[in-house]
C-alpha cells in the first residue's frame, strides 16, 4: 500500500477499555494529573487536584479548569462506537477553587452526526464551572 492508502484506511475498532486507557494515560492529562473515575458512552467523571495548577491569587487556574472539562468531554464523546472531535465549546466560571475538582461530563442530545454535551465541575458539593460543548462525528 502507498503512504496515502494507509492514512484514509479506517482504524480497527477500539474496546471502551482501550479508549479510557488511551485517555488515561495521555500525556497532557498525566501532566495535569488528572484521573479518570468513571467513563462510558456520552458520560465521564474526572479528578483532578489544584495543587501546582494556581494563579497569582491562590485559586486554580481557569485554564487548568477548562483542560480539566474539556478532557472530560473528550472522554464522554469517544467512549463509544465513532470518534467525535470538538467543534464548540463555551466555559462559564462560577466560583474559584482551591482543592480537588471533579468534572462530570454528560451527553444532553445527539443527531447522529453531532453530540452537545454539558460537563460540570465541582470542588466538593460546590459548582465551580459550567462547560458546553458539541463535537462533531468524524467517523462511524
Same mark, same amino acid.
Given at each position: ?55 497569582? /491569587? ?5 485554564? @487548568?479548569?477548562?483542560? !480539566?472539562?474539556?478532557? #472530560?468531554?473528550?472522554? =464522554? &464523546? %469517544? ?10 465549546? /463555551? ?5 474559584? @477553587?482551591?482543592?480537588? !475538582?471533579?468534572?462530570? #461530563?454528560?451527553?444532553? =442530545? &445527539? %443527531? ?29
Amino acid at each position: 500500500m502507498t503512504g496515502l492508502q494507509d492514512r484514509t484506511k479506517e482504524p480497527a475498532p477500539v474496546s471502551v477499555e482501550e479508549r479510557i486507557s488511551e485517555f488515561e494515560e495521555s500525556g497532557f492529562g498525566r501532566l495535569l494529573g488528572m484521573h479518570i473515575t468513571d467513563a462510558r458512552d456520552g458520560y465521564a467523571r474526572v479528578e483532578m487536584d489544584c495543587d501546582g495548577k494556581c494563579n497569582p /491569587h491562590g485559586v486554580a487556574h481557569g485554564g @487548568a479548569i477548562f483542560a !480539566l472539562a474539556d478532557h #472530560a468531554f473528550g472522554i =464522554a &464523546s %469517544n467512549c463509544g462506537t465513532s470518534h467525535h472531535t470538538a467543534v464548540s465549546v /463555551h466555559i462559564q466560571y462560577l466560583a474559584p @477553587a482551591r482543592g480537588r !475538582l471533579v468534572a462530570v #461530563a454528560e451527553r444532553v =442530545a &445527539s %443527531n447522529g452526526t453531532c453530540g452537545t454535551y454539558r460537563v460540570t465541575v465541582y470542588e466538593g458539593a460546590r459548582t465551580v464551572a459550567v462547560f458546553d460543548g458539541v463535537a462533531f462525528r468524524v467517523s462511524p
